[in-house]
Structures are given as C-alpha cells and as structure tokens.
C-alpha cells in the first residue's frame, strides 16, 4: 500500500441540538381505532409469512393443525 495516498479528515465538532417545540396536540382526524384496523391485515399476513418460513427451514412445511 505504499502507492496509495493517504488524506486525513479531521472530526467536524457536534452542531448544538435544534430547541425543543412543544408538543402538538394529535390531529382532530387521526383515528386510533382505524389505524388498527388498517394495520391488522399488513401485519398479520407479515406473521404468516414468517411462521410459514420458519415451518420450511426446519423442514416441516405444515404445522399440523390443518
């Protein structure tokens, strides 16, 4: 490695943090309970997916239950 230039960089110091906003009160149309809902089937089929994966790397493709 001796034909390979080397370049020093030197450590740029820290940029003091952004102030503190105060917090926002939730917007009047976010819907905890409809997020849910949304969120139920995407993580659900993720979780089927995985335990599906699972059953196939330990070589038993079916769980038995069906």
Not at 6 to 32: G, K, M, N, S
């Amino acid at each position: 490695l001796a034909g390979v230039p080397v370049t020093v960089v030197q450590r740029q110091p820290a940029q003091a943090p952004a102030p503190e906003r105060p917090a926002e009160p939730p917007a009047a149309d976010l819907d905890v309970e409809d997020l849910a809902r949304r969120l139920i089937d995407p993580v659900a089929r993720l979780l089927r997916a995985d335990l599906r994966r699972g059953r196939e790397r330990s070589g038993r493709p079916y769980d038995g239950r069906r």
